[in-house]
């Protein structure tokens, strides 16, 4: 067996399966967990605003916030650290200092990515170095690619939890904030906007909610 044909071996023999588990173990959680799950990523959120306000105490200056970024640390999902961190910044962006910061890791993902990590790195041995660390990295990240879809859709689901808490309402900003998700200083995808506008509909919405729960 060549080294080619070891990867493609490999791959349909020990890959596939564990991935098709891995997925099923993660999707079942997040649905049969959903509000504990929600809640996590809501907390991780304030607990990033409660950053930015002792900063604030400590430099005795008020800070106007532009960004909320979940940005997704590849490198410690390798090395068994929080997955996410939750920055707060100001307009300056990736050019300025984070205004605060929360490391955040989803275990419900993270703890069955590991596992899988540990799985083909064991199951490549079989392979008689044919298979390398990079081809066994490679693969992960390709799967990392597939659970970082997952969490963007939590995010956009915490949002209505989000957005009813007082760390959201007390949140101060000029013009709007822009909540994020994505790699860390790489793409990111925008998942809801606080402006003037969006918090005067959602506070109509919640209004109308009361009205009709009475």
Known sequence: ?????????????????????LY??????????RQEVVDGFV????????????????NEEKVTVSYIQYSLLISNVLWNKP??????FDQDYYVGK????????????SDPLRNFYVDIQQAAKKYMLRISPIEVES???????????????????????????????ELH???????RIGEYRGATDLIFTKNERNDELWRYVRGVLSNQAR
């Open 43 to 58: 907390n991780s959120f304030q607990k990033c605003c409660r950053d930015i306000k002792e900063s604030q105490i400590q």
């Open 139 to 169: 693969i992960f990240l390709t799967e990392l690619k597939k659970h970082e879809k997952v969490m963007k859709v939590l995010a956009k689901e915490a949002i209505d939890t989000l957005i009813d808490t007082d760390e959201y309402q």
């Open 98 to 109: 984070p205004l605060g910061q929360y490391a955040y890791d989803p275990k419900w993902m």
């Open 1 to 21: 067996m060549n080294k080619e044909e070891a990867l493609d071996n490999y791959i349909e023999h020990e890959i596939i399966e564990r991935s098709k588990e």
């Open 24 to 33: 099923s173990v993660v999707m079942e959680y997040f649905i049969l967990q």
């Open 83 to 88: 997955a996410y961190l939750v920055e707060a």
């Open 173 to 179: 900003y000029e013009h709007e904030v822009q909540f």
